[in-house]
């Protein structure tokens, strides 16, 4: 049950559609469940952060707990949730485990990258302290 628009609101709306364009927006149950699995996923800056370091290279295990000053435990926990979700790889190459972005997980770096940029570019400049 939908209620009653004020005239003024639905003017404004008008314009992208109203309710109807608008509800046509939203994305499929499927897809919003995927979108927040994501969301979930990157809710952990190290997540963020292991994303952020295998941009540069594929690396091992012992460069990223230097890197990111993560305990053994902790970074196979959060590497382990990464690949599952397809964002990161392993391979062994000799007695060394090495990690890598995805194709996925090179695009979702990309978007999530553009994005920020592009939120900060529209950002009004914060005026000087006073």
Same mark, same amino acid.
Do not use: W
């Given at each position: 049950?939908?209620?009653? /628009?004020?005239?003024?609101?639905?003017?404004? /709306?008008?314009?992208?559609?109203?309710?109807?364009?608008?509800?046509?927006?939203?994305?499929?149950?499927?897809?919003?469940? #995927?979108?927040?699995?994501?969301?979930?996923?990157?809710?952990?800056?190290?997540?963020?952060?292991?994303?952020?370091?295998?941009?540069?290279?594929?690396?091992?295990?012992?460069?990223?707990?230097? /890197?990111?000053?993560? #305990?053994?435990? &902790?970074?196979?926990?959060?590497?382990?949730?990464?690949?599952?979700?397809? /964002?990161?790889?392993?391979?062994?190459?000799?007695?060394?485990?090495?990690?890598?972005?995805?194709?996925?997980?090179?695009?979702?770096?990309?978007?999530?990258?553009?994005?920020?940029?592009?939120?900060?570019?529209?950002?009004? &400049?914060?005026?000087?302290?006073?």
């Amino acid at each position: 049950m939908s209620k009653k /628009i004020p005239n003024e609101i639905e003017c404004e /709306i008008t314009p992208i559609g109203g309710l109807k364009g608008l509800s046509t927006r939203i994305p499929s149950r499927k897809v919003l469940n #995927d979108i927040a699995k994501y969301f979930e996923i990157l809710s952990e800056p190290i997540r963020i952060q292991i994303i952020l370091v295998l941009k540069e290279d594929r690396l091992c295990v012992c460069v990223l707990k230097n /890197i990111l000053s993560c #305990d053994g435990t &902790k970074l196979s926990y959060h590497l382990a949730v990464l690949r599952h979700a397809g /964002i990161v790889t392993c391979r062994r190459e000799k007695s060394f485990l090495r990690y890598s972005l995805t194709p996925r997980g090179t695009a979702i770096l990309s978007q999530l990258l553009e994005r920020i940029n592009s939120d900060l570019k529209s950002r009004p &400049k914060a005026s000087a302290l006073q």
